[in-house]
């Protein structure tokens, strides 16, 4: 009976083992990509997301402007690309830190009074413009109120997967010594394979929600959502052939192994 326990026990340590590879996997993959700033940052400059905003509060400032009455020449030089950028990069960082967006919208007011200086418009509707306009372009670069409410639960969750992570490795590592040592059983090539299946199936129903479809705001955040979900697939795909690289010297090692003993 108790011999009959032993290769159980032991098949049941193997299968929480891969869960547990699995479960590394992906929050590493996470880490790598939606859960990583820097990550989504330079996607945001690949996928030309700073020319988009840029032309949007442009564009939006514009009919602003002309369903005030007022003459567009007042837009000129109020702010530069270079600005957006500084500004929305400012966003994603806080948005990632959990910390509250404040956008700093000095240099326009100043630029848009300086430019309205010469219109001989009332002091209340120059108000009215000027906040419609600040207003306008804190909304480009904050995409939308949902954004910054869901940032301090990501910054949560990005600090608990760190964590989740290391006990994970832990907790793996611990489970293979004592499979190894008390059951004798190492078939790291069946833990890898397991794993490798795991991620294949995670792919699958990735394609099967069917991300091509998906609308977020915009056409262009959806794009980006859609790259960074598109990443995430391929580093699951390029663990999917470590594991199976790996798998295979594995029993590539244990077929040499018994004709070294013969020899």
Do not use: C, W
Request: proline share 1%; aromatic share 10%; glycine share 2%.
């Amino acid at each position: 009976m108790r011999y009959m326990a032993k290769p159980i026990i032991s098949n049941i340590l193997l299968f929480i083992e891969s869960l547990l590879l699995f479960s590394i996997t992906i929050i590493f993959s996470l880490k790598l990509t939606i859960l990583n700033e820097k990550y989504v940052i330079k996607k945001l400059e690949k996928t030309n997301y700073y020319e988009y905003v840029y032309e949007e509060t442009k564009n939006t400032m514009t009919y602003i402007t002309k369903k005030s009455s007022i003459p567009s020449e007042v837009l000129e030089n109020t702010f530069s690309l270079e600005d957006i950028k500084k500004d929305v990069n400012s966003f994603i960082k806080s948005f990632y830190k959990g910390e509250k967006v404040n956008i700093n919208t000095e240099h326009l007011k100043e630029n848009l009074n300086k430019n309205l200086e010469n219109q001989e418009i009332e002091q209340n509707k120059l108000t009215d413009y000027t906040n419609k306009m600040i207003s306008t372009y804190k909304n480009e670069i904050r995409l939308m109120n949902s954004f910054e409410e869901n940032s301090i639960i990501l910054n949560k969750y990005n600090k608990i997967s760190t964590i989740l992570l290391l006990l994970l490795i832990a907790d793996l590592t611990v489970l293979i010594i004592i499979n190894k040592k008390i059951f004798k059983k190492a078939e790291y090539n069946v833990l890898l394979y397991t794993s490798a299946l795991s991620l294949i199936g995670t792919n699958i129903f990735i394609n099967i929600l069917n991300i091509n479809n998906l609308f977020i705001y915009n056409n262009k955040v959806s794009q980006i959502l859609k790259t960074i979900i598109n990443s995430f697939q391929i580093k699951n795909f390029m663990f999917i052939l470590l594991y199976i690289i790996l798998g295979l010297k594995i029993i590539e090692k244990n077929n040499k192994e018994p004709e070294e003993e013969t020899e």
